[in-house]
């Protein structure tokens, strides 16, 4: 299985900094959390009502948000988790750092694929097939 890119755009322990954009549209979908009560986290109550944390900041803090809410919204997580600069590979589909405008595959597919390219033009050479 091919591993994800990691979020290098962040700093490790740092949540996500939202453009206004996307605190509205993750403030619209933190209303479907089945952890708010009329804006009131449930996961937080410790017997006096805590407002959830998503609807007040700029930042994507709650991490039950984060993997049971947004992954419904793969645009949106793109948008927001996805490191600047990354494309999504053509042949398995995960992400990889482009290290130019031209890159359309990951480190691991792109060696499986240009072999084939390889073969496939030697082929070609060998019968005698012009362009």
């Known amino acids: 299985m091919k591993s994800e890119v990691t979020n290098t755009k962040y700093p490790a322990n740092t949540p996500p900094r939202l453009t206004p954009g996307q605190a509205r549209s993750v403030r619209k979908l933190t209303r479907q959390c089945c952890n708010n009560d009329n804006g009131n986290c449930l996961l937080l109550d410790d017997g006096d009502p805590c407002i959830c944390p998503q609807a007040i900041s700029y930042s994507l803090i709650c991490r039950y948000f984060r993997r049971g809410v947004l992954p419904a919204y793969p645009k949106l997580e793109d948008e927001i988790l996805r490191p600047k ?47």
């Open 85 to 131: 600069g990354s494309r999504r590979c053509t042949v398995c589909g995960s992400f990889f750092l482009a290290g130019s405008g031209r890159a359309k595959y990951c480190a691991e597919c792109a060696v499986e694929v240009h072999r084939k390219q390889k073969a496939a033009h030697a082929r070609k050479k060998r019968l005698g097939v012009d362009n």
